[in-house]
């Protein structure tokens, strides 16, 4: 991986999970931690294929390299994963995805203050596009959303970016570890939890494949593409990148479930493919 191809890869793991709303709202009787169990697994193996066909090594090597960067950032993510969830069962789909998107925000201050790189006016002016773009496409539908769906976006957005600081830290070639322990994290904190303050394990068929799919797919494949790709490139401008997925989730969503788009997402979701391609011609960052 360079930084040549890097949003390549930060795109199309953006494609991957903009399917992950779809899915989620498709899953009638699991509950989150359901969901959370069940995802885990896919998600593990298919983060642990592509980190040792990317490496070239061994599964045991793989588990050798483990460090403490890796479980830091492993935590991060199992953060970000399981309030994501949950975030998309207790809010609306466009609230949901208004608050995630604030996610390059948050990395471009935590980058600043954390490792000191500095963004430039071009990528503030991409942040700034893409946050309008995304009030424009969903503000309609925000006063809709509740609280506690809403906070567990919050969380899950400073959780997403705390790990796209950490990996540009971090100066590994990539940080697919650390989205694997995520991964593991999420399965044991949801088992826990299932069976202490939840309903157990047991779902319907349907709910556990669409689970599956969730993990394997457009979790498993997305987030790898982006942990891939993270360590190349500015923490703001991944976290820009990964928008696409706030563009084209309505659509699925449309596509598939007949929820019609309104003339406000479509409206933003031109701003932030504006946005995306406006960090996409940026070459450098100053420091």
């Not at 322990?181 to 949801?190: D, E, P, S, Y």
Request: hydrophobic share 60%; glycine share 6%.
């Amino acid at each position: 991986m360079t930084s040549k191809y890097a949003p390549i890869s930060i795109l199309f793991g953006a494609l991957c999970m903009s399917f992950a709303a779809l899915l989620v709202r498709l899953i009638q009787n699991a509950d989150g931690f359901q969901i959370l169990f069940y995802r885990g697994f896919p998600q593990c193996i298919m983060v642990m294929i592509v980190a040792c066909v990317i490496r070239r090594i061994s599964i045991k090597d793989f588990f050798i390299s483990i460090d403490k960067t890796d479980i830091s950032l492993g935590i991060a993510m199992c953060i970000a994963f399981s309030f994501y969830i949950f975030a998309l069962l207790n809010t609306s789909v466009a609230s949901a995805l208004f608050i995630l998107s604030i996610a390059p925000v948050f990395a471009a201050v935590l980058s600043w203050v954390i490792i000191g790189e500095i963004p430039t006016k071009r990528t503030w002016l991409a942040i700034v596009c893409a946050i309008i773009g995304v009030t424009v496409m969903v503000g309609t539908e925000l006063t809709s959303g509740q609280l506690i769906g809403n906070l567990f976006a919050m969380i899950s957005a400073l959780s997403f970016a705390l790990m796209l600081v950490m990996a540009r830290k971090s100066k590994k070639s990539d940080v697919l570890t650390g989205n694997f322990l995520g991964a593991c994290f999420a399965i044991i904190l949801a088992t826990i939890l299932a069976y202490t303050i939840g309903d157990g394990l047991v779902i319907p068929a349907k709910d556990m494949w669409l689970s599956f799919s969730l993990g394997a797919f457009t979790i498993g494949i997305g987030i790898a593409f982006v942990a891939w790709a993270a360590p190349y490139l500015p923490a703001p401008n991944v976290g820009v990148l990964v928008l696409l997925e706030s563009v084209l989730a309505p659509i699925w969503v449309w596509i598939f479930l007949g929820l019609p788009m309104k003339y406000q997402e479509i409206s933003g979701g031109m701003i932030i493919l504006c946005a995306v391609l406006i960090l996409s011609l940026q070459k450098n960052i100053k420091h």
